[in-house]
């Protein structure tokens, strides 16, 4: 079972780090995610901190104020692309997208890698609600697209000649990347052996419109994918 890619990264280790820091209990960890209208149990505390269950986005904007630390601190990571910064910043998706005034879907397919639609105002409003220059907003913008164009490249086609263009992309070294496309590779020519297997049982329309959907929501979330096999950086 893959992980989930609307879950945001989460460090287990640096959340229970951050909890031991300033004293608390997983009993007044959870009273406090209660204060914040967040109802959790200790027990929930304990498995996100054990890595058997994993915050939800807002559950991970709870727990960063019930432990008086940044967002980044919990992913264990610092923010590179679009989502990431989102959340660095404790956006929701809506939220954001009705700050700067765009539709919610355009906003998440433009975080998905898609390109992005924003006018120059919308971006101006993105570049401000993200606290980021213009010029670092445009190169994450500009590098999520080619991140989504080189995966879908890599898992369609020769997966080994891609290892070195997203290494030098991500920041990731090329033994991390192989691997990852790799897996992404298999993964999505399974897909297309379902796909080929129901054609060739003729199996009903409904069942072929069942693969393709879940064929495009994989394409769909590849970036995240993606960083989840590279792991944090």
Known sequence: MHPDPDLPPFSPAEARAARLRIGLTPQQVAGQLAQLGLPRSPETVLAWESGTAAPSEADLFALADALWCPVPAL????PRTLREHRLARQFTRERLARRIGMPAEDYARAEAGR???GSDHQTLLLADA??????????ILDRDGELLTLLRAAVEGRWKQYTVPLARLTGASPDEVAPALRTLHQEFARFNERYLGHLVARSGEAR???VAAD???WLRALPERFRRLTGPR
């Open 115 to 117: 390109p992005w639609p």
């Open 75 to 78: 992913m264990a990571l610092r």
């Open 130 to 139: 993200l606290g980021l220059p213009p010029d670092t907003l445009h190169r």
């Open 208 to 210: 072929l419109r069942e």
């Open 215 to 217: 064929r495009a929501a």
